[in-house]
């Protein structure tokens, strides 16, 4: 599994099958991602989209059109997009997205948050994603405070990795994003929702990764751009005896 961050929340994941999932693509408007991403060069096979906030679908349109990939959300972001022009694919929270190519599914999952577009126009609510190919099951938890659902995620699935935000003010911050990971009972944990703009501007980088560290899980900070291969890092998991 390949991650690509462009920025805030937004990824770019690749799987094992080779498919593309793009989550929330607001990289034009994001002044630390300005000169580092370029949108041309992205080309998901398909666009998940956590809620209607402008800091989460910003350049969805835009790379929907250019690529074709369909924008999979909430009904309300489906209305929204296919008024636009977009191709779409409707769901509502609870649901599972199945791919046709391989064995990938993606479910949406409930976050604590709201929910409206730029225009005020009704977002539906705000949802999280769980993921998984035939490798790695994935949690990208979208914009959420820290929630009693996130147990039964951990209930359900063997999650191997995280997308928590941990900016604060908006979201979780880096204390509850904590508590998250160990409801969650996961290893690593990637950090997103922070240093955008002034409100959720990270104080320390080193002691959220120490405070991480301290509880055995790793909190994979990336750069803008930046592209990593995750798949030795979550299989040692398994290669590792307990002790
Ligand atoms: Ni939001
Ligand atoms: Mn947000």
Redesign the pocket.
């Known amino acids: 599994m390949r991650i690509q961050y462009l920025g805030h929340?937004a990824f770019l994941v690749t799987v094992a099958s080779g498919e593309k999932l793009l989550f929330d693509p607001s990289i034009t408007s994001n002044e630390k991602a300005r000169g580092k991403i370029d949108l041309q060069t992205l080309h998901p096979d398909y666009i998940f989209l956590s809620h209607a906030?402008s800091?989460?679908i910003a350049d969805a349109e835009e790379i929907s059109k250019k690529t074709e990939a369909p924008i999979i959300g909430v009904w309300e972001l489906h209305t929204y997009f296919q008024e636009r022009g977009c191709p779409t694919y409707p769901m509502n929270v609870g649901g599972t997205w199945r791919s046709q190519k391989s064995l990938l599914w993606v479910k949406l999952v409930p976050a604590l948050h709201s929910s409206s577009f730029p225009d005020g126009r009704y977002g539906g609510v705000a949802v999280g994603f769980v993921f998984s190919d035939e490798n790695h099951t994935v949690y990208y938890a979208g914009?959420t405070a820290l929630s009693a659902e996130m147990e039964i995620l951990a209930e359900r699935y063997e999650i191997d990795l995280a997308f928590l935000p941990i900016g604060g003010t908006?979201?979780m911050d880096v204390e509850d994003a904590l508590e998250a990971a160990l409801l969650l009972d996961v290893e690593h944990v990637i950090g997103m929702?922070y240093d955008t703009f002034p409100p959720i501007q990270l104080p320390d980088k080193e002691k959220a990764r120490k405070d991480f560290e301290e509880v055995g899980i790793t909190l994979h900070l990336m750069e803008i751009g930046e592209e990593k291969d995750f798949s030795q890092i979550l299989t040692q998991k398994e290669s590792t005896p307990s002790t």
Do not use: R
């Open positions: 929340s906030h800091d989460h914009d908006f979201t929702h």
